[in-house]
């Protein structure tokens, strides 16, 4: 049949048999293509895919070691037991002895240490009481004797001496006036000081210098040649209501002191005592070792001083002392293999016969801890290697027995279900509920 010829053909039936073509005259293979290489573009990336092929390539290398090496090296195994716990309490009776310096628990004797603070306190207190004698007036005078012919002459204390102005005073003591000396006419008066007061109280006695004569010699020869001057005025004359001190009030200074001075010489002593140290409410003893004042009771004064001292003394003992006898006296009772656990201890006391100055305090103590079964962590880790879950469980509960009351066990990462051969990847871990 002849074929037929189409003088025209749709765009893409002639395309195709055009590339058709240039194939059929090129022998059945794709004809060259000329391409246009600007700056050696087709170059450079040829280039970079022979770069980048090595890189890619020791990269993946390298994950997959690096994938074989952890899957070696991660797996870990952890493991926790809990143990049984027993408590253990006891009460006993101690003494802390400060001639002891360390702890003994099979003799029941801690170390004691004493300390001692001197305190000294004075104050000045006003007097209470009252007084409305007043005071009365005192001075010294001088008693002339011009007797002629000379002759001594002798009178007794409270001879009376009256002032050119009409005070009278008495002498305080006995008066012996020495002769006159006589030269040809002239006579030199014999004199002696003599100490007198007013017979009466107030200021109108305290007088300026004055001539005193003898009242009692009036109307003999001795009223002229016998008499007395003062170069000084008198003073201590007073009258009206003035303070006076009285019993009340020294021991009311005494008491309030006495308190005031306890207190800091406690305090005192207390700073002394660090904190790791225990001090008894009992066991601080404070005596007074003086207490007085100068003025004694019925003395014109608008106040006084008193003073007061006192010493305290303690006897303290370390709490660390007192945990070391508690634990090693525990430990003492514990069954072999069988340990103390720590974190249950606990411990109380209480005084009871105290000899601060002795140095000796008895405590009484009531104290208690949890014990539990030895694990030996290094010899179970080599008992459970390469072991699962189950095995492990097995394992402890044969060679712990009833003294495990829980045991987890938890693998890593999630491919893992057995303990690895590295011991250094086992770890296990006591808890206590």
Not at 56 to 84: H, N, Q
Not at 110 to 125: L, R
Not at 258 to 273: M, N, P
Request: net charge positive; hydrophobic share 40%.
């Amino acid at each position: 049949m002849a074929k037929k010829i189409y003088d025209i053909k749709p765009p893409k039936v002639a395309h195709k048999m055009e590339k058709d073509l240039k194939e059929f005259l090129n022998g059945g293979k794709k004809p060259i293509r000329k391409r246009v290489v600007k700056n050696n573009v087709v170059g450079r990336k040829k280039e970079k895919v022979s770069v980048w092929r090595p890189v890619l390539i020791g990269a993946s290398i390298g994950v997959l070691v690096l994938c074989v090496y952890l899957f070696f090296k991660l797996p870990k195994a952890e493991i926790t037991i809990w143990p049984k716990v027993e408590t253990l309490s006891y009460q006993q009776t101690i003494i802390a002895d400060k001639s002891v310096v360390s702890v003994d628990a099979a003799k029941g004797v801690i170390p004691a240490k004493y300390f001692e603070s001197i305190k000294t306190n004075s104050q000045d207190f006003p007097a209470t009481g009252s007084a409305s004698d007043g005071g009365i007036a005192s001075g010294t005078i001088t008693v002339y004797n011009k007797y002629d012919p000379p002759s001594s002459f002798t009178f007794k204390a409270g001879t009376h001496f009256m002032s050119d102005s009409g005070k009278l005073f008495v002498a305080l003591q006995k008066v012996i006036i020495p002769a006159a000396k006589k030269s040809g006419s002239k006579i030199t008066p014999g004199s002696v000081q003599v100490k007198v007061q007013a017979v009466e109280m107030g200021t109108a006695y305290n007088i300026a210098p004055a001539n005193f004569s003898i009242p009692g010699l009036k109307g003999t020869a001795l009223y002229y040649s016998v008499y007395a001057t003062s170069d000084k005025a008198m003073t201590g004359g007073y009258s009206g209501k003035v303070k006076k001190v009285n019993d009340d009030d020294i021991q009311g200074a005494k008491d309030v002191l006495t308190k005031k001075t306890v207190a800091d010489a406690t305090a005192d002593l207390k700073s002394q005592i660090s904190s790791d140290y225990v001090l008894l409410d009992n066991a601080v003893l404070s005596e007074t070792t003086s207490a007085a004042t100068q003025t004694k009771a019925g003395a014109i004064a608008e106040s006084f001083n008193y003073q007061v001292t006192v010493k305290a003394n303690a006897l303290a003992f370390k709490k660390s002392d007192l945990d070391q006898f508690a634990k090693d006296y525990i430990i003492s009772q514990l069954p072999v293999g069988k340990l103390l656990l720590d974190s249950s201890f606990k411990i109380d006391h209480s005084g009871g016969t105290i000899d601060v100055s002795g140095g000796k305090a008895t405590l009484n103590l009531n104290f208690s801890s949890g014990s539990y079964q030895n694990i030996d962590k290094n010899s179970l880790t080599i008992s459970i290697l390469r072991e699962n879950g189950s095995q492990i469980n097995e394992t402890i509960k044969n060679s712990l027995g009833e003294n495990v009351s829980k045991v987890r066990v938890n693998f890593w990462p999630f491919w893992v279900n057995s303990v690895p051969s590295n011991q250094k990847a086992v770890t296990i871990s006591l808890k206590f509920q």
